[in-house]
């Protein structure tokens, strides 16, 4: 008798402490996913608003330089595919010796990072470089 009433008591103790500690365990999951989702979206829109141009005429050398700033510093929450097209562009801006690089391929470098950061935000995406429409700003000269 003394052991089913000791059942009767625990029982509902245990099941309340391991019912506690997987709503916390769940709870500072989400919260932790939900910073890092934060914190990516703030660094990719940086480097999105860097790439401006960055491929055309229209970059100066000081925005070229801020750009590699927080590309080196992408290394360390970038996912592989964004490091990776990160590299194709800047392989592009090199092999171009200070040219402008080829309009089409420069889009197309450009929307694979932009597509890449959408994959890695959302989980996956049904658009292509192509969807992404990258405008070089001239300035009008009168």
């Known amino acids: 008798m003394e052991i089913n009433n000791l059942l009767l008591v625990l029982l509902p103790i245990v099941a ?4 506690s500690y997987f709503t916390y365990y769940f709870t500072i999951k989400s919260k932790k996913s939900e910073a890092i989702l934060k914190f990516k979206e703030e660094k990719y829109a ?3 608003v860097l790439l401006q141009g960055f491929v055309g005429a229209t970059v100066s050398a000081d925005a070229k330089r801020k750009f590699f700033e927080e590309q080196y510093k992408s290394w360390l929450y970038c996912s592989d595919d964004i490091v990776k ?3 194709k562009m800047v392989q592009l801006v090199i092999a171009s010796r200070g040219k ?4 089409d391929e420069g889009r197309k470098a450009i929307g694979n990072i932009v597509i890449a950061m959408r994959k890695d935000l959302l989980g996956k995406t049904n658009l292509n470089w192509h969807d992404f429409q990258y405008t070089d700003v001239t300035e009008d000269k009168r």
């Open 16 to 19: 309340a402490l391991v019912s």
């Open 46 to 48: 940086n480097l999105l």
């Open 85 to 87: 097209a990160i590299n």
């Open 100 to 103: 402008e690089p080829n309009p």
